[in-house]
């Protein structure tokens, strides 16, 4: 069975400053995909970031950066120079090959402080 | 690409009646997705499709939920009856999925269903 762990519920941020949202998964799949999704108050799911469990860098798009641990089993979100815009649901999530399905954590809610 | 496009987006109704959710998933996925997502259960997968095919509908709460994907670029989710613990904002979403998984999958924009 997949599984992902987020277990920050909320976190806040200073404007500017960098922040780093956890995840953690269990699977058993030696091909995986992760991704990092966003959910603003408006309640739409925007993607964020992908990382292939064998590609060797990690994901980087923009301000978002996936710091990818494989043998720790992280998968961690890092959102550099944090603008108000970033406060929203953080949603981390795993793609397994095996089941072809997506597994979802519960989310951390991130608050950017002015 | 419009990405994928849900409606209705927003539906209030009455214990009891029939709700129909429509999907049309971004051309070219192979895969489409439905998921509900409350305060008290977070986001659930009810069910998804490959190549037009229910792979897992384990999900599904029950009778009263049926999933349809009569070809590639629509599905609906039909609710009948109705009851108010449905309430909830559906989403579904699409993906292609090829041998070696998954990089993508993008989510319409919800319906936020109201049973009273």
């Known amino acids: 069975a997949q599984k992902i762990t987020q277990t920050q519920p909320g976190m806040f941020v200073q404007e500017k400053e960098a922040v780093t949202l956890d995840c953690t998964y269990d699977?058993?799949?030696?091909?995986?995909?992760l991704f990092w999704y966003k959910q603003p108050s408006s309640g739409e799911m925007i993607f964020l970031i992908y990382?292939?469990?064998?590609?060797?860098q990690n994901a980087t798009e923009g301000r978002y950066s996936l710091n990818f641990q494989k043998a720790r089993k992280s998968a961690n979100l890092v959102i550099s120079a944090s603008q108000l815009g970033d406060s929203a649901m953080y949603f981390c999530?795993?793609?397994?090959?095996?089941?072809?399905?997506?597994?979802f954590g519960t989310g951390t809610s991130l608050t950017v402080i002015p | 690409d419009a990405g994928v496009i849900q409606s209705p987006r927003h539906e209030v109704t009455e214990m009891g009646q029939e709700v129909t959710l429509r999907c049309k998933p971004i051309?070219?996925?192979?895969?489409l997705f439905w998921y509900r997502q409350t305060m008290m259960r977070g986001l659930e997968l009810l069910i998804y499709?490959?190549?037009?095919?229910?792979?897992?509908d384990s999900g599904m709460p029950e009778d009263r939920f049926s999933a349809k994907m009569p070809n590639a670029s629509f599905s609906t989710l039909k609710i009948q009856p109705s009851e108010p613990r449905d309430s909830a904002v559906y989403f579904c979403?699409?993906?292609?999925?090829?041998?070696?998984?998954?990089?993508?999958?993008?989510f319409g924009p919800g319906t936020r269903l109201t049973v009273l």
């Open positions: 979403a699409s993906s292609l999925i090829r041998t070696q998984g998954a990089d993508t999958q993008y």
């Open positions: 699977t058993s799949d030696p091909s995986y995909g």
């Open positions: 990382q292939g469990s064998y590609d060797q």
């Open positions: 999530a795993i793609f397994s090959n095996t089941g072809n399905q997506f597994y």
């Open positions: 051309s070219g996925h192979n895969s």
């Open positions: 499709f490959n190549n037009n095919v229910p792979i897992d």
